[in-house]
Structures are given as C-alpha cells and as structure tokens.
C-alpha cells in the first residue's frame, strides 16, 4: 500500500536526520582524529598509529556524507538548490578541504622524509577541522535564518555575502560542531590506541567534553534569548502539492523552543546532548572506554537532535522573505519520487549497515607502533 503523501514527508525529514547522525558519529569521528593528529601525535610512529586508527575505514564513513547530500537533492529539491546558491563559496571551502584527505592518507607515507610527512599531517589537519567548523557555522545560520526568496516563477534571490556567514553565533555553532567531534575523535582514539597516545586521547576527551557541554549550553541561553525563530501561521494541507509561497510565517525571540512545549518529549534531546557529554569527561580518565565512545556518540546525536526539533517543521527558513523559508511540507519533491526513494531506503540501508558492522568487526582490537610496523598494508 502506498503512504499518503505528508507521512512520506515525515519519514524524509526522519530519514535526512538519521543520515546526518550517521555522518556525524562516524567520518565524525575521523575528522576529529585529524584535527588532533598534529597535537597527540608527537613523532611519525605515534602519528601512523593515529592514522592507522582510521584509515581502514574513513572511505566507507564518508559515503555517509555523500548519501546525506544525494538524499537532500533528491528529496529536498529546493533545499539543496537554495543551500547551494546561498553557501557556495563555504561548500566549496570544505570541498577543497575534504580534497586533503584523501591524498594525505594515500600520500603521506609515500615519501620518508619528515618534511614531507609533516606537511601531509597538516593537510589532514585541515581536511578535519574546517568542514567541522563549516559545518556547524551552516547551522548556526539556518538556525537565524537565511537571506534568500523566492519570485511567482521560484526563481531565487540571496541577498546575504559569505562573510555575512561567519556571525557571532553562527561561529559559537563552529566552535560547538569542533568540540564535539573532537570529544568524539578522542573517544574513539581511547578505544583504538594504547599507551602514551590513549593517554594524551584521555586529556583531549575531557578537555572538549567539557567545551561541547559549555558550548552547547550557552548556544542554548543565545537561542531562548537572543535567536529569532520562526513559526506557521497558516498554510495549505500538508498533504498537497508542495509550493512555498503558500504559507504565512512569522519570526520572533523564542520562537525554536516553541516545539518543545508542544512535544514534551522532544526534551530528551538536549538532555541526552548535555548527559553524554558529561559522562565522557567523566569517563576519560577510567578504563572504560568502549563507553566513554557510546557517551560521546550520544553527545553527539542529541546536539544534532536538538537543532533539528526546534527547527521543526523548517528546514531553510527565509530572514529576509519568511514566507519563502522551506520546510518539511513544501520543500519536497513529488509524491512517487519519495515513494520510490523510500523502497530503495528500504532494501539498501539494512545492507549498508550489515556491512559496516562486519567490517568494524573484522578490524577490531588494537592499533599498535609494532602492528604498523608489521603490516605491510599501513598507512
């Protein structure tokens, strides 16, 4: 039997979100690793360990992050047209960062000079801490609003700049996006490292734990007191063609909290973001640190759970012409392309997650200097 057509709309604003935690909690972490690679690891046999932690698996996170892009287009028509138009030039910075990974992982032991093994440790660097803080400054401004409209023909107008971007807050989001997937990078480092190196993981998982949950309390007190909001105030039925210059939408202070007044339970999120957050520092310096890496891993998707119900139902709301914003009920394409996408889902997903738990299966344990040393498959 087919869904009707505002339960598909549900399930894709559901199925989005599900895509961005799993990027998050897993090529998450790897981007966090590499942003700590120049600090933890103090000489090139400490540094391959690091990198050893990941490479067997860092391509296989990433198609988290292409699926997550491909899923927005192709549900999110409009989204992904606007979010393109509107943060080119910050998508193409974390394009051209993301370019670094790759080469650095296949590169960098190519050559045993340490200049040139350096170099790469720092363009690895790069390829983990600016689309991390990108990330979170994309956030920040769809949370205040994006200068973009619509005409009769949805042809679309953006008025903003790219430094216009990197606001106040919307850096106070980078620096809560960088903390916490460097808590997440450290927690996992913990799990795959031993010795002097989970040691000095320990010290990184307290020390941005603590951030994530100071960052994230504060991003908190900005958008009760500070943050415009948005709210509908009338629209067609949520189960007709979707056009978003139908509706009416107002904006003011407060308005993101609005959600959790009407679902109580949508609470849990920022709960559970601040809770994990505070049981990985908590857990940093034990020897527990399988659960130290799930605490984080709850951090990290309560936060992004939390900026997804105050949002809801928007996805891309207008500062400049509220009644262009996009949500979840006229931002989406047609009926059959979602139904279609969602049987692909359907077949796909339980594949995709079968295999990546097999192969995190198969390579777990311990990375070691010897073990590096030993293969002759390292990086």
């Known amino acids: 039997m087919l869904l009707d057509y505002e339960t598909l709309k549900v399930i894709w604003w559901l199925l989005v ?9 897993t090529d998450g972490f790897d981007m966090g690793i590499g942003t700590l690679l120049p600090f933890i690891g103090r000489n090139d046999d400490e540094r391959r360990v690091i990198i050893n932690s990941i490479g067997p698996t860092w391509e296989g996170n990433q198609v988290w992050f292409i699926t ?4 927005t287009f192709a549900a999110w028509p409009l989204v992904y047209a606007a979010a393109f138009y509107g943060f080119y030039i910050a998508l193409l910075l974390v394009l051209f960062a993301l370019f670094m990974r790759p080469v650095g992982f296949d590169y960098r032991s190519k050559v045993a000079d340490p200049r040139w093994r350096n170099g790469w440790d720092w363009a690895l660097f790069a390829g983990g801490v600016l689309p991390t803080i990108v990330f979170g400054v994309a956030f920040g401004n769809l949370l205040q609003g994006v200068p ?4 009769t023909d949805m042809r679309i107008t953006y008025t903003g700049s790219f430094f216009d971007l990197f606001n106040p807050f919307a850096l106070l989001c980078g620096l809560v996006s960088l903390a916490m997937l460097v808590m997440h990078g450290a927690a996992f480092l913990r799990v795959k490292t031993e010795g002097v190196i989970q040691h000095r993981a320990s010290l990184a998982l307290r020390a941005a734990a603590i951030a994530t949950l100071v960052l ?14 948005y709210r509908i105030v009338s629209m067609p039925s949520t189960g007709g063609v979707a056009n978003p210059l139908l509706k009416q939408v107002e904006s003011g202070v407060g308005l993101w909290l609005a959600n959790y007044g009407i679902y109580p339970w949508m609470k849990l999120a920022p709960i559970i973001g601040v809770a994990g957050a505070a049981l990985a520092a908590g857990l ?3 020897t527990r640190s399988v659960p130290a890496f799930l605490a984080s891993g709850l951090s990290v998707t309560g936060i992004i759970l939390t900026a997804g119900f105050s949002m809801f139902p928007f996805v891309m709301p207008s500062s400049s012409h509220p009644a262009s914003s996009l949500t979840a009920w006229d931002a989406v394409s047609s009926h059959r392309t979602l139904q279609i996408m969602l049987f692909a889902v359907i077949v796909l997903l339980p594949i995709v997650l079968a295999y990546t738990a097999w192969v995190y299966r198969v390579i777990r344990g311990k990375v070691t200097v010897q073990s590096v040393r030993d293969s002759g498959h390292s990086y």
């Open 216 to 229: 994230f309390v504060i991003a908190g007190f900005f958008i009760a007191a500070n943050i415009h909001g």
């Open 68 to 71: 997550a892009g491909g899923a």
């Open 17 to 25: 979100g599900v895509l961005l935690i799993g990027f998050a909690l």
């Open 148 to 151: 973009f409209q619509f005409d």
């Open 284 to 286: 940093a310096y034990t």
